[in-house]
């Protein structure tokens, strides 16, 4: 197995309605490029894993432990750990780059997509 991988090559997973998640797990931590349809609103919720992003793509409306921003492009973010947060993409969507830590293992029950090209800009 190599240590290289191409974004095109990893197998998307529908995480939510509208979301969609490219992950590469280490033993440590997750790598995800996450995309987000136009106007989707991922729920409040909280879970063991710190969460570290920025947006590449688009615009959103973060919450954050009570704290809203609206972030655009070269935004970044820090969840700690069991922190509640939410998010709505805005009307172009969005694209973002997470690490999550420890992985996100829980994620493995979510349905795999076909292979498609990413979201990059």
């Known amino acids: 197995m190599s240590a290289f991988s191409k974004l095109e090559d990893i197998k998307p997973q529908q995480i939510w309605d509208g979301l969609i998640a490219r992950s590469l797990h280490g033993e440590k931590s997750s790598l995800t490029q996450i995309e987000l349809e136009p106007n989707i609103d991922v729920p409040e919720h909280a879970h063991e ?8 793509a688009g615009s ?16 970044g973010w820090v969840i700690p750990a069991n922190v509640p947060h939410s ?4 009307p172009e969507g969005a ?8 992985p996100r293992h829980d994620w493995a029950k979510h349905p795999w997509l076909e292979t498609r090209p990413p979201r990059l800009s």
């Open 49 to 56: 894993n710190e969460q570290i992003g920025i947006l590449t």
């Open 87 to 90: 998010v709505s993409s805005g």
């Open 95 to 102: 694209a973002l780059i997470e690490l999550f830590a420890p």
């Open 60 to 75: 959103m409306t973060f919450t954050i432990g009570g704290e809203t921003r609206e972030v655009q492009p070269g935004d």
